[in-house]
C-alpha cells in the first residue's frame, strides 16, 4: 500500500455519509456522501448505518489514482470491474484508446487501469476491515444490537472476499494450474492509526491456496450470519453462496459446486426471459448487484450505461460487441439476446443491458442465479452427470429461443468435452457485457482447456456495421499465450517501492 499520512487515515477511518430511504422493498438510495468525523462514526446506530454504506459506495465508485466519485473510472466495482474483465477477453470490443491498454495487454507497474484496480479494491477493504474491527465495539457499549452487528459483519466479509478474489484473477496465476503460485496480500486488519501501517505494510504475498483458503473462511463465516430474504443491492445469504460456487469453480471443487448450488435452489430461479434481469433489477434472479441513482453513480467516465451504451442513444459507447461473436455459429440468429439485449448504429452493435445513458442508474450486476445455473451445470459435466448438466444448460439456452428451436441433447455431445465446450459458449454468450469472459479466460487457461486471449477484433478498426451483417474480414491480433508474463497483470510500482522495509516480489517478467 502507499505510504499513508494522519490525513489519509482520518479519510479511511472517516464514513461516507448516505441518507438510507427506506421503503416496503427495503431499496438503499445512495445520495450524495460526506465526511463525518472519525471520533463519532460508530456512536451511534445511524452512525455505524452510515459506515457500512461507506464501505458499499467505496466499491461502487471508489477511487482512482486520488480522484473520488464523478471524476474517476467506476473502480472498482462501477464499470471498471466489467469493462476490464470484458476487455480482457475477445468478445466485447475496444472501439477507442480509454481501455486500450487492457484490451492489447500492454499493462506495466506504471499503468493506469491495474494500478487503479489495485489501490481502490484495497481502500474498499481497508474500510470493511475498519468497520469489522469497530462493530465489536459498538455492540460491547449498546449501540447495535447483536442481530445487526451479525449482518454488517456478514456483509463486510463478503466485499472483504469479493475484493481479493477480483485481485486474484487479475494479479496471480489461476488456482488450478498451482495454488503453491504467489498470491495477493489478504488484508484483515484495518488501517485506522499511522503505527499499523508498518505491520500492514509487512504483510506479503501468500500463496492462492492460502488466498483461497481465506476467502472460503470469510464467506464461510459470512452465510451463517446474514439473513436469506433481503434487498438485492445489500448483502444477503445467497450472495455469499452465490460467491462460493464462482470461488469453487475457479478451485476445481465440482461437488463443492454443486452444494452451493443446491442451497440456492427454491430461492432464487432463472427468469422466464434473459431479458427481465436487466429490466427488472430486483427479479428472482438478481442475486446482488451494485446499486446506482442518479445522485450517486460512477459518472459517465465509470458507469456502466455510458461506457457501453450506443451513442445514438447518448451513451459514450467506448465498448462494442466484438463482430467475432456476433458472426459465430456458437450464437443463435433468433436469440432473443441478439434482438432485445443488443442496440446498434452505423458504426456497430452495442449491449442494450444498461440502457439509462442519461441519468446511469442501472445496476452493476454482481451475481446473478444464471451464473450459478451454469457454474453447476459445468460442476455436473465434470462428474460425469451429462443428463443434469444438459437439463440445467438448456435452462438457460431454451429461455432465449423460439419454441422452433430443439433443446440439446445428449445426442448432439459426441463426448464430455464437447458438452463442457458448450457449456463454455453458453457463459460466453449469457454473460456478454457483464465482464465474466476474463474469469474464465484464466481459470480454463490455467487448467490446460484454453490456450490463453484468444485473437481479438483488431483495436480501434471496427468502423462499421458492414463487420457484423456481412462476411467483410475481420482483422484480428491481440491473442496471448498463457506463458507469457502478460497474461496476470503487474504488481502497481507505488505497492513495491513504498513498501521498502519488506517488499512484496514483482510478477515475474515485469
Keep these: 500500500m502507499k505510504k499513508i499520512s494522519v490525513n489519509n487515515i482520518k479519510l479511511a477511518i472517516s464514513a461516507l455519509l448516505f441518507a438510507l430511504v427506506s421503503s416496503s422493498c427495503d431499496v438503499t438510495d445512495l445520495s450524495p456522501a460526506n465526511l463525518i468525523p472519525d471520533s463519532d462514526a460508530f456512536a451511534t446506530a445511524a452512525r455505524v448505518e452510515s459506515v457500512v454504506l461507506g464501505v ?53 507497474p506504471f499503468s493506469a487501469n491495474n494500478n487503479g484496480m489495485w489501490i481502490s479494491i484495497y481502500r474498499m477493504v481497508n474500510r470493511a476491515n475498519i468497520v469489522l474491527e469497530n462493530i465489536e465495539t459498538a455492540l460491547e457499549n449498546g449501540v447495535i444490537t447483536q442481530e445487526q452487528r451479525d449482518i454488517y459483519r456478514g456483509e463486510m466479509l463478503f466485499l472483504r472476499a469479493l475484493g481479493h478474489h477480483e485481485l486474484l484473477i487479475h494479479f496471480s496465476r489461476p488456482y488450478m494450474d498451482n495454488p503453491d503460485a504467489p498470491g495477493v496480500p489478504y488484508r484483515t486488519v484495518a488501517i485506522n492509526d499511522v503505527p499499523l501501517v508498518p505491520a500492514n505494510e509487512g504483510l506479503g504475498r501468500t500463496t492462492v491456496g492460502e488466498d483461497y483458503a481465506q476467502l472460503l473462511a470469510d464467506l464461510n463465516e459470512a452465510e451463517g450470519l446474514l439473513p436469506l430474504s433481503r434487498n438485492y443491492n445489500r448483502v444477503r445469504r445467497g450472495a455469499v453462496i452465490g460467491l462460493k460456487s464462482r470461488i469453487k469453480l475457479h478451485m476445481g471443487d465440482w461437488q463443492g459446486v454443486l452444494d452451493e448450488y443446491n442451497k440456492l435452489v427454491g430461492t432464487y430461479a432463472l427468469t422466464d426471459s434473459p431479458v427481465t434481469p436487466f429490466r427488472t433489477v430486483n427479479s428472482t434472479e438478481n442475486i446482488f448487484s451494485f446499486v446506482n441513482t442518479p445522485e450517486s453513480n460512477p459518472g459517465v ?30 450464437w443463435h440468429p433468433e436469440d432473443l439476446r441478439r434482438s432485445e439485449l443488443t442496440d446498434r448504429n452505423a458504426g456497430g452493435i452495442y449491449t442494450l443491458k444498461y440502457p439509462d445513458a442519461l441519468t446511469r442508474t442501472d445496476p452493476n450486476p454482481i451475481l446473478r442465479f ?20 444438459i437439463q440445467l444448460l438448456n435452462s438457460i439456452r431454451d429461455r432465449a429461443l423460439p419454441a422452433t428451436v430443439p433443446s440439446f441433447s445428449s445426442a448432439d455431445f459426441a463426448s464430455v468435452d464437447a458438452l463442457l465446450t458448450a457449456i463454455f459458449n453458453e457463459r460466453r454468450i449469457e454473460f456478454l457485457g457483464e465482464g465474466r469472459r476474463w474469469a474464465d479466460i484464466h481459470r480454463l487457461s490455467g487448467e490446460g482447456r484454453m490456450a490463453g486471449i484468444p485473437a481479438k477484433a483488431t483495436s480501434r478498426s471496427i468502423t462499421s456495421l458492414d463487420f457484423y451483417t456481412t462476411d467483410r474480414a475481420i482483422p484480428t491480433d491481440h491473442s496471448l499465450p498463457y506463458s507469457s508474463n502478460l497474461f496476470i497483470w503487474p504488481i502497481p510500482i507505488d505497492e513495491i517501492l513504498n513498501n521498502s522495509g519488506t517488499p512484496i516480489p514483482q510478477n515475474p517478467g515485469y
Design 56 to 108: 458499499y459506495e467505496s466499491a461502487q465508485q471508489g477511487f482512482y489514482l486520488g480522484s473520488a466519485g464523478q471524476a474517476g473510472r467506476g473502480y472498482p466495482f462501477g464499470a471498471a470491474n466489467t469493462q476490464q474483465g470484458d476487455m480482457r477477453g475477445e468478445d466485447m470490443y475496444n472501439d477507442q484508446l480509454f481501455y486500450e491498454v487492457t484490451y492489447i495487454a500492454a499493462h506495466t
Design 301 to 330: 467516465n465509470g458507469a456502466l450505461p455510458s461506457m457501453y451504451g450506443n451513442p445514438a442513444r447518448g451513451a459514450r459507447g467506448l465498448v462494442k460487441v466484438s463482430p467475432l461473436i456476433w458472426r459465430s455459429n456458437i
Design 370 to 389: 444464471a451464473e450459478v445455473v451454469l457454474n453447476a451445470a459445468e460442476a455436473h459435466a465434470r462428474l460425469g452427470n451429462n443428463a443434469n448438466a
